[in-house]
């Protein structure tokens, strides 16, 4: 029996997370076709945060907020503290992704894409350029009516499926998979009236010490009546349930009641390429656009997502599938230079615990502090006052100098 030929959409996006939902939503508001294909029965392991710039760049609502964070408190392996308030220049939003993803995918389904519930088994490329896409679909998919069981069919592909990408895997070498460290993380209770010296709701604690990820960093983000804590690291053997066992005990959270625990891989470098010259585009974190020495996602994947948008847009506006390259130019055109500094960061100060107490102690200098959180909720390097990256600069290499000389 002949299979029959199924419906062919503009585009397929796979992966319903902020970076896919936002580009299913944008290309369906500019009336293409739009498939969004998701499981929609996995919880993203994510720390939650969001610059709140990102409430007016993407029409998030505050309700969608479970925290707003004013401060962030750095700790080095001795146990120095450093308070790194942020003032009135904005403040750090949490997402709770249990909530946060369905959400930016009801906005999608509400532009006019078709969201199926689904995985992505396999991908075959038709001869007029067209992609078949192989979708088991979840056994509640009540919406798939109307569509072929097995097999969907688009001009072009988003893969916005995250950092195990089954569009990277079936459509790019191996090769081309970027590096990454791997995240895990405990959703608990947060306690109703607990010791500010440990734990405060309108703080996040980013704890550097080798004993929690000797490669990468620890964290603690207050999501109101719940609270992400968890850590990072690359280095195989390391325990990362130990040492997240270990920052809810400084924390005071040993004793709340863990709803949930989650891990997977983290990205830590944008790919060379993004898309196959032809109909795929890869975007979020298949593209590796995770920031180093950070990891902070959420904005860049809903940038990525709006980029990739565009760029598929103007592909099938034209018929030039050269255009898909312009999401990568665009996103390293304006973020490629932080994430060339945030990775030399992480490369140097990361090493070992000598330098990580050098880098908390960095961050005392209040020259420093406010260029971090100007950066970080501007998503740009400040360039009002550029003799201050020169000044910066300048702190960096003497602190590398006492380390090298052995001062203390």
């Not at 720390?47 to 479970?66: C, H, M, N, T, Y």
């Not at 350029?129 to 069919?153: C, F, K, M, T, Y």
């Not at 590398?400 to 000389?405: D, E, G, N, V």
Request: hydrophobic share 40%.
């Amino acid at each position: 029996m002949e299979r029959p030929v199924p419906k062919l959409f503009d585009v397929a996006v796979i992966g319903g997370g902020p970076c896919g939902a936002l580009a299913a939503e944008q290309l369906a508001e500019a009336g293409h076709s739009v498939v969004l294909v998701d499981p929609c029965d996995r919880i993203k392991p994510c720390g939650g945060a969001i610059p709140s710039r990102a409430l007016k760049d993407f029409g998030i609502p505050e309700d969608q907020l479970v925290a707003r964070a004013n401060a962030a408190r750095i700790i080095a392996p001795s146990g120095n503290e450093i308070e790194m308030p942020i003032g009135d220049i904005g403040f750090v939003g949490m997402v709770n992704r249990e909530t946060f993803d369905p959400y930016l995918r009801c906005r999608a389904e509400e532009a006019g894409a078709r969201l199926v519930r689904g995985r992505l088994t396999g991908m075959e490329e038709m001869p007029d350029g067209s992609i078949d896409l192989a979708v088991q679909h979840a056994s509640n998919d009540r919406r798939a009516e109307g569509i072929s069981p097995d097999v969907l069919r688009a001009r072009l592909v988003i893969g916005a499926d995250g950092a195990n990408s089954a569009v990277r895997r079936l459509m790019f070498p191996d090769r081309a998979k970027p590096p990454y460290v791997f995240a895990y993380h405990e959703i608990v209770e947060s306690p109703s009236e607990p010791d500010p010296a440990l734990f405060r709701k309108v703080r996040c604690d980013v704890v550097y010490d080798g004993r929690i990820s000797p490669d990468f960093y620890g964290w603690v983000f207050p999501h109101g009546d719940q609270t992400s804590v968890g850590c990072g690291s690359a280095v195989k053997g390391h325990s990362l349930r130990e040492a997240t066992s270990e920052l809810r005990a400084r924390a005071g959270l040993a004793g709340q009641r863990t709803i949930r625990r989650e891990g997977a891989p983290l990205p830590l470098k944008p790919m060379r390429r993004w898309d196959n010259g032809r109909n795929v585009l890869l975007a979020g974190d298949a593209a590796g656009t995770v920031a180093p020495s950070s990891g902070e996602g959420i904005y860049y994947a809903m940038l990525c997502g709006r980029m990739a948008a565009d760029a598929a847009g103007i592909c099938l506006t034209t018929g030039k599938a050269g255009a898909l390259k312009s999401a990568r130019r665009r996103f390293m055109r304006e973020h490629g230079t932080v994430f060339f500094i945030l990775g030399i960061m992480q490369a140097v100060w990361y090493r070992n615990d000598r330098l990580r107490e050098r880098f908390v102690a960095l961050c005392a200098d209040p020259e420093i502090q406010r260029l971090t959180w100007e950066s970080y909720l501007n998503k740009r390097l400040v360039r009002r006052d550029p003799l201050a990256h020169l000044r910066v600069f300048f702190k960096d290499l003497a602190h590398l100098a006492h380390f090298a000389t052995g001062q203390k």
